[in-house]
């Protein structure tokens, strides 16, 4: 049986290769084409979101930062966070010189918790970032009853692109909102990320930043190019080999020290430290990785949902809004502490490598907490998720037969 990832480059097909090998010997074309590839990325993803101005950059945590300098978040101010989430999400908020404030969560939903938020909001919040967790979207509208009109809701669509709430985009509800599309994410040009904002005023401050922001360096768009190539090759022959001794694993560990790999959180990021090159233009090379996953966005949403369904059958452990469109980026499930590393195992021995969003706060280690503004306790319910939280792969590699098998070998 092929090895089935939850990370790894999980929505790569075949044309995605052939594109990916095609751009990677047309250096020319990496940074700037000749078809304009990034602006006709951006019209694409506006054009999807009902016309809302949609600016591409490397990441979305440049899209964030950018966001923040637009709206003029400085020292004094307050951003309220999710601490279920990635460091990434919180560094932003450092580098304008703001506070972050971590909102805990609800155990059913995983998204913010609306009785924590009441008690978090001040007259020092300036924004709110909204992550719609595992594609399950958080009601916008109780959000802004709470923290009123003069507070701005963006949205965190990395794991909800595509998705509806009530009718409505995900993405086009809050005043704004920021998109990655990282190799783990809805959909993938390895590195990349998107501002959508329905102020004229706010796009055109942070297209004036973006233009005169540095270039993507021409390693950094090599090594992405490289990216779903490798894990192409890497992953049928993972698992070939005498117990850890596979051609898979020894592929990617000189893959990784030769730093062909790429890694996604720069060293300095854990010290609450801005790279240099951040923010950074996407390269029309990524953005035309973009596009060809873009065009597949619907049927990849609408396999998560069929994938998730067989896990609904088997564990119904999520509580979901029939009135929405959920995408199940991946699909949650919470175990016994004491089970997750034998569920690990055991999945693994079955070429199934599950996930772990998020077993820290933060996805950080404890000596970065601090260095982020968040104390222990801060966010409880997150806590007592993270030691309990397992994911289920949903992405178009794994098959509904797959998922099936994966099900009756959980020993859930």
């Known amino acids: 049986m092929r090895p089935v990832f939850i990370g790894a480059s999980p929505n790569t097909e075949k044309d995605d290769i052939k594109l990916a090998l095609k751009l990677l010997f047309q250096p020319w074309n990496w940074r700037e084409d000749k078809n304009n590839s990034v602006d006709r990325f951006e019209e694409m993803v506006s054009e999807y979101h009902d016309g809302v101005n949609a600016i591409a950059m490397d990441s979305a945590r440049s899209a964030f930062y950018l966001l923040l300098k637009a709206y003029g978040i400085g020292p004094g101010d307050e951003v309220i966070l999710p601490s279920f989430s990635c460091l990434v999400i919180a560094n ?26 009441k008690k978090k909001v001040t007259k020092k919040t300036k924004v709110v970032l909204v992550q719609h967790t595992f594609g399950l979207p958080v009601e916008l509208e109780k959000v802004r009853e709470i923290v009123g009109k003069d507070v701005k809701i963006v949205e965190d669509v990395a794991h909800s692109l595509g998705g509806l709430y009530k009718g409505q985009k995900i993405g086009t509800i809050g005043d704004a909102s920021v998109a990655t599309f990282g190799i783990e994410k809805v959909i993938s040009s390895v590195r990349g990320g998107m501002v959508l904002v329905k102020d ?11 233009k005169s922001a540095p270039h993507f360096s021409l390693v950094r768009i090599k090594i992405a190019l490289l990216n779903p190539i490798l894990w192409w090759l890497i992953t049928p022959v993972y698992y070939i080999g005498i117990g850890k001794a596979t051609i898979g694993r020894a592929f990617s560990f000189v893959a990784h020290k030769l730093g062909i790999m790429g890694i996604m959180i720069e060293k300095c990021e854990y010290d609450t430290q801005k790279p240099i090159w951040i923010p950074a233009r996407m390269p029309s090379a990524l953005a035309r990785l973009g596009m060809n996953q873009f065009r597949k966005l619907d049927r990849f949403n609408n396999h998560r949902r069929e994938i998730a369904g067989i896990y609904e059958e088997k564990f119904g452990a999520f509580k979901v809004d029939q009135n929405s469109k959920h995408n199940y980026l991946r699909y949650p499930l919470l175990v016994k502490p004491g089970n997750r590393s034998k569920i690990y195992r055991n999945t693994s021995k079955n070429h199934f ?15 970065s907490l601090a260095k982020l503004g968040y104390k222990n306790g801060d966010t409880p319910n997150a806590e007592w998720v993270a030691e309990r939280i397992i994911n289920l792969p949903t992405a178009v590699n794994v098959s509904t037969d797959e998922a099936t098998h994966l099900v009756n070998i959980m020993g859930v």
């Open 200 to 210: 004229d005023r706010i796009a055109e401050e942070i297209i004036s930043e973006i």
């Open 92 to 117: 932003p908020v450092i580098w304008v010189g703001a506070k972050p404030v971590y909102v805990d969560i609800d155990k059913e939903t995983f998204n913010l918790s609306l009785e924590d938020l």
């Open 353 to 367: 490598v599950l996930g772990n969003w998020y077993k820290n706060i933060l996805y950080a280690p404890d000596s």
